[in-house]
Nanobody, 125 residues
């Protein structure tokens, strides 16, 4: 089992920045791929960013490239999502996920059997 706790959400204006954090426990963190997904009201959960177990590889959704940066600190069992140039349509609940064993990195939600509770991000226009 893997437990995930997100933090860092909030309300910011268009163009602002936030940094989300997700602390993991229950499995050796350096053996676990991590990802960020989001879900806006009335929409399906969508992929945002992912980082491989060792941090060498990163995937991003097209709509966040150049604005969001995913990183991890294996010494702190934490993955981060730095979000810059935020837009109103970035408003959503953001979830971090941990991949199953054997998956180093993935953009597919079904590769993530473990999820945090989510953190609300609201961007005002």
């Amino acid at each position: 089992q893997v437990q995930l706790v997100e933090s860092g959400g909030g309300l910011v204006q268009t163009g602002g920045s936030l940094r989300l954090s997700c602390v993991a426990s229950g499995r050796t963190f350096s053996n676990t791929g991590m990802g960020w997904f989001r879900q806006a009201p009335g929409k399906e959960r969508e992929f945002v960013a992912a980082i491989s177990r060792g941090g060498m590889n990163r995937y991003y959704a097209d709509f966040v490239k150049g604005r969001f940066t995913v990183s991890r600190d294996n010494g702190k069992n934490t993955v981060y999502l730095k979000m810059d140039s935020l837009k109103p349509n970035d408003t959503a609940v953001y979830y971090c996920g941990a991949t199953g064993l054997g998956v180093s990195i993935s953009a597919k939600a079904h590769d993530y059997p473990y999820w945090g509770q989510g953190t609300q991000v609201t961007i005002s226009s």
